[in-house]
Each structure stands twice: as C-alpha cells, then as structure tokens.
C-alpha cells in the first residue's frame, strides 16, 4: 500500500490501561481532600464527577473538556474551598496518579523504532489536552520515538471527527491511503480514520463483539499482534 505514516491512539492503545489509573487517581484525589483540605474526600470526588458533568451540558456545542483543573476547580467551589490554590493541586494529584499506574504495552518501542528507520512517520492521534499527552509520551519513554502529536485539543474535536485525522495526515505529508490507524476504540479510532480514507487496526484486547461495518478493517488482540500487521505493510 505504499505506506507513508502509522497514526497510534494512546490511551489504552499504546498503554493499558487508562480505567485502572483513573480510578486510582480518584482514591488519591479523596485522601488529598481529606489530609489537604479537611473535607471528605467521597464528597469531593462526587463534586469533581458532578462538575465534569455539568461542563459538557453546559457547552454541547464545544469540543467535550477534558481539563481537570475545571473539575476540580468547580468541585472546590462547590465545597466552599479556594478554588484559585487548590485546583491545579487537584489537577496534579490526579495525573501522577494516571501516570503511576501506566504500562507500556509489550512491542510499542520496537515498532516505532523500525518504523523510524525505514522512514515511516509516526503521529500520536489522541482526544485530550496536548500538555498531558506529551507528559504520557515521557512518562513512557516514547518522546524521543514520535514524530508528531495530534491532540483533540489541538484539532478542535474529539475522534471519531475527522479533523484529528487530516491534521495528522498534513503533519505527516501523505495521504489518507498511504497511513494506517491503530486503536483500541472501534468507532472513535477505527471507524474516523476510516471516515477519512485512512486503513484502520483495531486493537480489541477486551474482546468486544464484532461491530458492524462493511469496510475492511483489520483487527488484533495485542499490541504485539498489530505490530506484526503493520511491518507486512512496510
């Protein structure tokens, strides 16, 4: 297929798995509040989840948000806490808890590393805010690996929208048949790219039923098994 460029999701695709860290990020958001704060720390969790909430509701015409200092910001004031020095406190609390929990899935570093060398472009398509993403991408050994990061943020709009797709694809300098996308959600990461022309590799490692679609797709059960996939391809 003459393939140009890899474009690999991240949560849960090239780490496993985002869930298990953001539940144990909201245990430690709840001794935060309690040892920081004074407060109970069920109570600010609820508010935090509360809060989430209510910011998409209130703007169903944006992109959905994904700033965690606004949920705990509005969960503070919620509380009667100082918003203002407490909220990226929060926010922090949170995301070194993700990261903790974080586990490079086996074959991640060898791919993109011959993908490198024969010179196929490799971009991280992601819903998220950019900041973090890139914090990922550290945490987990693979800044110096990527050659380009395409943030929700970045593209106005969440996967399955097609902007992410064609901005990776300018970044990247090829066209939609010459690129493949792997990830672990079927609508958002397989299905958009394929919106947009883009082959898709669905990473099913939780043994979801088939879903229907007519177009080909090609789909694996590990990291490992994509990987294998992908370098036929090259």
Same mark, same amino acid.
């Given at each position: 297929?003459?393939?140009?460029?890899?474009?690999?999701?991240?949560?849960?695709?090239?780490?496993?798995?985002?869930?298990?860290?953001?539940?144990?990020?909201?245990?430690?958001?709840?001794?935060?509040?309690?040892?920081?704060?004074?407060?109970?720390?069920?109570?600010?969790?609820?508010?935090?989840?509360?809060?989430?909430?209510?910011?998409?509701?209130?703007?169903?015409?944006?992109?959905?948000?994904?700033?965690?200092?606004?949920?705990?910001?509005?969960?503070?004031?919620?509380?009667?806490?100082?918003?203002?020095? +407490?909220?990226?406190? #929060?926010? !922090? %609390?949170?995301?070194?808890?993700?990261? &903790?929990?974080?586990?490079?899935?086996?074959?991640? *570093?060898?791919?993109?590393?011959?993908?490198?060398?024969?010179?196929?472009?490799?971009?991280?398509?992601?819903?998220?805010?950019?900041?973090?993403?890139?914090?990922?991408?550290? +945490?987990?050994?693979? #800044?110096? !690996? %990527?050659?380009?990061?395409?943030?929700? &943020?970045?593209?106005?709009?969440?996967?399955?929208? *097609?902007?992410?797709?064609?901005?990776?694809?300018?970044?990247?300098?090829?066209?939609?048949?010459?690129?493949?996308?792997?990830?672990?959600?079927?609508?958002?990461?397989?299905?958009?790219?394929?919106?947009?022309?883009?082959?898709?590799?669905?990473?099913?490692?939780?043994?979801?039923?088939?879903?229907?679609?007519?177009?080909?797709?090609?789909?694996?059960?590990?990291?490992?098994?994509?990987?294998?996939?992908?370098?036929?391809?090259?």
């Amino acid at each position: 297929m003459g393939l140009k460029a890899v474009f690999f999701d991240l949560d849960d695709t090239l780490y496993s798995s985002f869930q298990a860290g953001d539940a144990y990020a909201y245990e430690r958001l709840a001794v935060w509040a309690e040892q920081e704060l004074g407060i109970s720390g069920k109570d600010f969790v609820q508010a935090f989840h509360a809060n989430r909430h209510r910011l998409g509701r209130q703007q169903p015409g944006m992109p959905p948000v994904h700033d965690r200092v606004l949920f705990a910001q509005g969960a503070l004031e919620r509380l009667g806490c100082n918003a203002i020095r +407490y909220a990226r406190k #929060a926010h !922090r %609390v949170y995301w070194d808890a993700v990261l &903790e929990k974080m586990e490079l899935r086996p074959g991640v *570093s060898e791919l993109l590393d011959d993908l490198r060398q024969v010179g196929v472009k490799t971009a991280i398509c992601t819903d998220m805010l950019a900041d973090i993403q890139m914090e990922k991408l550290e +945490y987990l050994g693979l #800044a110096d !690996r %990527v050659d380009y990061l395409v943030s929700s &943020e970045e593209a106005g709009m969440d996967k399955p929208g *097609s902007p992410i797709f064609w901005l990776a694809l300018q970044k990247c300098g090829c066209l939609p048949h010459e690129a493949v996308m792997v990830g672990d959600n079927f609508r958002h990461d397989v299905q958009g790219a394929m919106d947009v022309g883009v082959a898709g590799v669905w990473l099913n490692w939780t043994g979801l039923p088939q879903p229907q679609d007519d177009r080909p797709y090609h789909q694996v059960e590990t990291f490992e098994q994509a990987a294998d996939y992908i370098r036929t391809l090259l």
